[in-house]
């Protein structure tokens, strides 16, 4: 099999595709300024809330992170006067171990979706190709396929501690110690960035070397990138790592076309949205995708029973491609062709053989009574679909005048305006839906800004974008 790794760099965005015998297998698209799983902020926090025994941090993003009790772990580093602070945990309630305008070093360990702020944890982790460096841990976790009886001679500064990855199978010492020198390298980094007490992005994880290539099994027989720079940093990464990779590494300078339309990617990128997959023997697919769950059914034209199973093998090859592509995430439910009982077991194995090629976590239930498989399944971060909720025009549009609206209230409780400390918004119902989504809505954040509830009320014969405040 061929593998292909397509790198198209575009402003502030790099589109990433890998193709197998030339089609379309994985893609994501990495945004420079965006949230994503396993960046690291110094964040402030801004409210606890009680009632959840959780708080929520400004990030310095448009959204607010929120910081769960079960998500602090055993510890919290604070920082106050140009020092951080190792904090033990104390108690089980945040209004105890927490206080507003505190700054702590936080993790993300869930990505904005829809109108969901990130999901943070205070058990900060810098992620290495075959190994995982914990600040402030002093174990060493060790995979149960490696067996490093050489252990005791890691180099490891007091206060520190590591998690060997299975992907560090058959990989040399020398390797794995040369990896802990590049993490404790990025943590005092980190450290030297934390000199001002303000809200900042202190590390950044979505670097297309460390999110790609690290997580990656497989060897590629290509490497190609528009972008000179990007080809650099690859061949940093591919020296220290890969050796036998560096070769394959190419940059492609023809500026005339597009290096996505001589490896016909765009094409082949239509079929992330569409609802119906078509086969060559006729067989035809349906995805049905909500946020967490993700229905896919399997018709066929053939009467004859007989060829069931080899429609549901057929099937099922291009229903894990699509899996992985189009990142569904939460459970995936696959309605069989009615298949005989002695037949399940085969395509049990099948589908477990196939999935392996994933990269992130997932169960497989067997076939049910019902010729139902049931998948639950990880999101990955950097995938195009993953991120895709935030580029859709009419919620840049609906946040532009969600930013008119905030000026018009800035002005009027700026120059105490208000009379009977009530202001009441008048809106169309989906901006009305829109502003009051979600645990920590918009209605709540201006609650916390302005110590004003805001009531917004639904007018059906406004439009879209249009609004009124009366106080």
Request: positive net charge; glycine residues 4%.
């Amino acid at each position: 099999m061929i593998r292909n790794l397509i790198i198209q760099k575009e402003r502030n965005i790099n589109k990433i595709a890998l193709l197998e015998n030339n089609r379309l297998t994985e893609y994501y698209k990495i945004k420079y300024k965006s949230v994503y799983q396993g960046n690291i902020y110094l964040a402030k926090i801004i409210y606890i809330y009680k009632g959840m025994n959780s708080i929520f941090l400004d990030i310095g993003y448009y959204k607010y992170g929120f910081l769960n009790y079960s998500d602090i772990g055993n510890y919290f580093l604070s920082f106050r006067k140009k020092k951080i602070i190792y904090n033990k945990i104390k108690g089980d309630n945040v209004n105890n171990i927490f206080k507003i305008g505190q700054y702590i070093i936080v993790q993300v360990i869930k990505d904005v979706v829809y109108n969901k702020g990130p999901k943070l944890t205070c058990s900060i982790k810098i992620v290495g190709k075959s190994i995982i460096l914990l600040p402030y841990i002093k174990y060493i976790y060790i995979s149960k396929k490696n067996n490093y009886k050489i252990i005791n001679k890691f180099f490891l500064p007091k206060y520190f501690g590591l998690i060997i990855r299975t992907l560090s199978y058959n990989i040399s010492i020398k390797k794995i110690k040369l990896e802990i020198y590049i993490l404790l390298k990025i943590w005092y980094k980190i450290i030297n960035k934390i000199k001002k007490k303000k809200i900042i992005k202190i590390y950044s994880n979505n670097n297309l070397i460390n999110n790609i290539l690290k997580n990656n099994r497989n060897n590629y027989d290509l490497i190609i990138s528009n972008s000179l720079n990007v080809c650099k940093k690859i061949s940093y990464y591919l020296y220290l790592f890969n050796y036998n990779l560096v070769n394959i590494l190419k940059h492609y300078k023809n500026k005339k076309i597009s290096i996505f339309k001589k490896f016909n990617i765009n094409k082949q990128k239509k079929i992330l949205f569409g609802k119906y997959i078509y086969l060559k023997d006729g067989t035809n697919i349906i995805i049905e995708k909500t946020e967490t769950l993700n229905i896919i059914d399997i018709n066929s034209n053939m009467l004859n029973k007989n060829y069931a199973i080899k429609v549901n093998l057929l099937a099922i090859k291009e229903i894990i491609r699509q899996i992985i592509l189009r990142n569904m995430g939460g459970l995936i439910i696959i309605d069989l062709i009615d298949i005989k009982n002695n037949n399940k077991e085969l395509i049990y194995k099948y589908i477990k053989k196939k999935m392996r090629i994933d990269n992130v976590k997932y169960k497989i239930l067997p076939p049910s009574e019902f010729n139902l498989i049931q998948i639950s399944r990880e999101k990955n971060y950097n995938s195009v679909i993953n991120n895709s909720y935030n580029n859709y025009n009419y919620l840049i549009d609906i946040r532009k005048y969600i930013n008119k609206i905030e000026k018009t209230l800035n002005y009027i409780i700026s120059n105490k305006i208000i009379i009977n400390k009530k202001i009441y918004l008048y809106v169309n119902p989906i901006l009305s839906s829109f502003l009051k989504y979600g645990i920590y809505s918009y209605r709540f954040k201006w609650y916390l800004n302005y110590k004003i509830w805001i009531l917004i009320y639904p007018i059906y014969n406004f439009k879209i974008f249009e609004y009124k405040i009366k106080f």
